[in-house]
C-alpha cells in the first residue's frame, strides 16, 4: 500500500508475488489494481480522439529496491512455500515502473469503462472539439452535493443545545441534532430550454449528466422548460408540457436558467422574474429548497431575486466552500417539514 | 493454494457449492446469502484472487441481479471465514459500519434514573457494526468494555452468529452491499479504518484494531467485497483502493449452468426435463436481454423496462415454470413471463 493509501506498485507486485501469474493473467492482475499496461509508444500522447489515458505508476526507477525481502515477507511457510526470491526475479513487474508521472495510452478499448483509479473527466477531457465545461469537473460532484443536499435529519447530536437545555431543566420536545447534509430527498431538475439558454445548451447536458451520477438516476427528477417552469414544464417535447407539479415536501430544486438576464429583444423581464419569485414562493411553503444556476456574474442578478433565490454562479470561480455557505444554511433546514 | 491451469496460482482454495439439501429447497431463493452456491468465473476469481493478495476490497459493479451481492458469503463459506454484511440505503452513514451510539436509549435511562445518570456505561450503549466485528469480534461482543471493568450489562449480538461460529474467528469477509445508495462520504469515509485497520469509538474512546494486523498467510485476513449498481458515480479516490471487477449478465450456456447448480444444491432433481427447461427459460432471457425490441407479449402502453431479465429473474422463472409445470411456450408461459421477466406495469394483459 502506498504512503497515500492509493493502489501503487507496490500492491502489483505483491499480488504478482503471490499469484505468480503468467504473461498475459499478468496483464490482467496490474489492470485489475489500475495500472497501465502497455509501454509508452513514441508520439502517443493522449490526447486528442485518441485513445484513453491511464495514469502509469508513479514509483520512481530508484525504488528497485530488494523486491524478494518484501515479497517473502507477504508469503506463507510451511511445505508449500514457492520459491518467492526465484518468483520475484522472474516476475514481469519491472515493466509496470515507469518515471513518475508518465501516462500509458491503453489502446486496447478495455478502458474507460472498467478503469479503477480514474475520475471521469479524466477519461473524457480532450476530444477534440468539447468545449470546456463551465464548472470545474473536478469538482463538480461536490459543488452539486453542495447544491442539492438537504438535511437527513439524523446528524449528531447537538451537544450545546442539549446541555443549555437540561441544565437550565428545560423540558426537550424533540432531541437537538445538528445539520447532516444528505442528498436521500433526490432532485428536481430544471433545465431552461429557451433560445436564450441556447448558448449553454451542451454545458446544461453536462450538467444534467454529472446531476444524475452524483445525486444517483433514481433520483433524479428532469423537466424541461422555457423561460419559467410556471409556464409549463415536461420531459418530452415542448408542445407535451403541462402545468409545473412541485417535487415531493422538501425534495430541493435546482434549476438551470438564465433568470432573464439574456438580452433578448423584445422580451419583458418583470413578469418572468416575477414568475421566479412566485415560484419560490410556492417551493418555499412546502419546504423545498429552491437553487439557481445561472450563467451571469452576481454583479448582473437582480435584488430581488438574490434575496429569494440561492443563486449560485455557473462558472469555474464557483467553489464548494462558496456554495455551501449560499446554499447550505441551517434556517433554510428549518424550512423542512 | 491451488496451481491453475489458466495461468496464476490461485490464492483460493477449490470452491464448491454446499453439499445438496433437500431441506433448502423449501427456502431456496436467487438472493439468499448462505452461499450456498454460485457459478464463478475465472475472470471473476482473478479478480478476487487480486483483491485477497493485493488486501484491497473488490469493488464490483453490474446491473441488479448479476451476482455481486451472493459472491461474498459464497467465498466466506468456502474460506471458512466468517460473514458479515452491511445493506447501505440512503440513510447509511460512514459510522454505522463502524459503530453506532444509541444516544436516546441513553437519555431515556438516565431520565428513569436520577437526574444525573449515575452509574450508566457509555460502553452499553455502543452497537458495534460489521467492521468492528470483522476487526475484533471479541472486542465487538463487550461493546469495546476493557477486560478489568467488568462485563456489559447486555453483551452485543454477532451478526449471523449461528452461521459463523465453526468459522476462523481471525479472518472474515465483510459485504458492503449498494454503497451507491448512500451519500458519496460514506465510500470516503471508510477509506481511513479500511486503510489503517483501526478507529476509535467517540463516545467510549475505546480503539478497535483488527486482531490479524500481519500475517504471513498471503490471503491477508480480511476481505471487503462492495458492491455499487452504479446509480451514482463513486469518489476516485475510494476507486483507485479498490480491485474493480465489472459482472456482466451470463449468456445462455452460463445460465443453464447456473440453473442447473442451484436446483442441485436445493436437492431437486435435474434430468433431461429440467435441462429442457432451463435451456429454454435462458435461451429466452438472453433473448430478451438484447437490445431488440421487447416481443409483443407485453401489454400495451405498459413502459418498457430499463434493462433485460437479471440471473436471478431467470431463476425466478426456473422454480415457477418447474413448480407450476408451465412449458415454455403457449399462452400460460406469456403470462408467466410477464409476472418474473418482463415486469410490467400492472402484469395484466387484459388491465
Known sequence: ?337 | MTLDEDGWHSLLPELTDAEPDSARAGRVTPDQRDGAVYVIDDELRLAVDVALAARRPLLLRGDPGSGKSSLAAFLARNLGWRYYEHVVTARTRPRDLLWTFDAVRKLADASARDSTGAGLRDHDYVDPGVLWWAFDPESACRRGLPQDQGDPTVPAREPDAELNAARDRTRAVVLIDEVDKADPDLPNGLLVPLGSSEFRVEETGTLVRRRLRTTTDPRGSLLIVITTNEERELPPAFLRRCVIRKLEAPRWGRMVEIGRRHLEVAGLPCGPQEEELLTSLAKKVESLQDPAPRPAARAPGAATPQRGPSTAEFLDAVYACRALGVPVDGEVWERLQRLVLLKDAGGDSSA
Request: hydrophobic share 40%.
Open chain 1, 1 to 337: 500500500m502506498s504512503a497515500s493509501g492509493e493502489v501503487s506498485v507496490g500492491d502489483v507486485a505483491r499480488a504478482l508475488a503471490a499469484l505468480r501469474p503468467d504473461d498475459a493473467v499478468a496483464d490482467d492482475v496490474a489492470r485489475l489494481l489500475g495500472h497501465g499496461l502497455r509501454p509508452a509508444r513514441v508520439g502517443q500522447t493522449g490526447q486528442g480522439e485518441g485513445p484513453v489515458v491511464r495514469r502509469e505508476p508513479t514509483l520512481p526507477e530508484v525504488s528497485r529496491r530488494p523486491v524478494a525481502r518484501s515479497i517473502g515477507d507477504s508469503v506463507s511457510d510451511g511445505p508449500r512455500r514457492p520459491d518467492v526470491d526465484a518468483a520475484a526475479r522472474t516476475l514481469p513487474w519491472r515493466r509496470y515502473l515507469r518515471p513518475a508521472g508518465r501516462l500509458v495510452p491503453v489502446t486496447d478499448g478495455g478502458g474507460s469503462d472498467d478503469a479503477p483509479g480514474l475520475p471521469a473527466e479524466t477519461s473524457s477531457r480532450g476530444r477534440g472539439g468539447d468545449p470546456e465545461p463551465l464548472l470545474r469537473p473536478s469538482t463538480t460532484p461536490r459543488l452539486i452535493e453542495a447544491m442539492v443536499a438537504t438535511d437527513a435529519g439524523d446528524g449528531e447530536l447537538d451537544l450545546d443545545v442539549l446541555v443549555t437545555a437540561l441544565a437550565a431543566r428545560r423540558r426537550l420536545e424533540v432531541l437537538p441534532r445538528r445539520p447532516h447534509p444528505s442528498l436521500l430527498h433526490g432532485v428536481q431538475l430544471l433545465v431552461d430550454v429557451a433560445e436564450a439558454m441556447a448558448p449553454y445548451g451542451r454545458d446544461a447536458e453536462q450538467v444534467a449528466a454529472a446531476v444524475r451520477t452524483t445525486v444517483g438516476t433514481a433520483m433524479v427528477r428532469r423537466l424541461s422548460f422555457s423561460g419559467t417552469p410556471l409556464r409549463g414544464a415536461g420531459t418530452g417535447s415542448a408542445w407535451t408540457w403541462t402545468t409545473y407539479v412541485p417535487p415531493p415536501p422538501g425534495t430541493p430544486v435546482l434549476a438551470v436558467t438564465e433568470l432573464g438576464m439574456a438580452p433578448v429583444p423584445g422580451r419583458l423581464v418583470g413578469p418572468l422574474q416575477q414568475s421566479w419569485l412566485d415560484l419560490a414562493e410556492l417551493l418555499s411553503r412546502r419546504g423545498s429548497p429552491l437553487v439557481v444556476l445561472t450563467p451571469f456574474p452576481p454583479q448582473r442578478w437582480p435584488p430581488a431575486l438574490v434575496r429569494a433565490l440561492h443563486l449560485v454562479h455557473w462558472d469555474r470561480s464557483s467553489t464548494v466552500a462558496r456554495v455551501g455557505r449560499a446554499v447550505f444554511r441551517p434556517a433554510r433546514l428549518r424550512d423542512v417539514p
